[in-house]
């Protein structure tokens, strides 16, 4: 096999590969519940990243708006809590607040928990 045909053929089944993940991101207003959910039979949910706190994209409400510590990524806690909730199912429940987060990275301001996955 030629260089170039090892090129297109690595080409080609990235391709195919990322077919089939689709990546999707869920967002839960802080003392709410939200459900990450594959859209396709047999797919199963892997959690990439999860994050918490407020932002300029925050639209969850009076109350809601960005401050000092921003968006913080899970601790490996959190994260690990989270990941064995999900992942593998087809669909989780998830709630947003400041005791499933540990702390409360912006005091006096409505958050939101930002969870990035995909379907696999």
Known sequence: MTYSSKIILSLLLGAILCAYVSA???????NTSGTLTCPKLREK?????????SNMFNNCGSGSRSCSGGMQTANLRVYRSI???CNGKSRCTLSANN???????????VKYMKVD???E
């Open 45 to 53: 949910i892997k959690i990439q990243k999860v994050q918490y706190g």
């Open 83 to 85: 990941k064995s909730s």
């Open 99 to 109: 005791s499933v987060w540990g702390s409360d990275p912006c005091p006096n301001t």
């Open 117 to 119: 996955y995909n379907c």
């Open 24 to 30: 999707s991101t869920a967002k839960i207003c802080e």
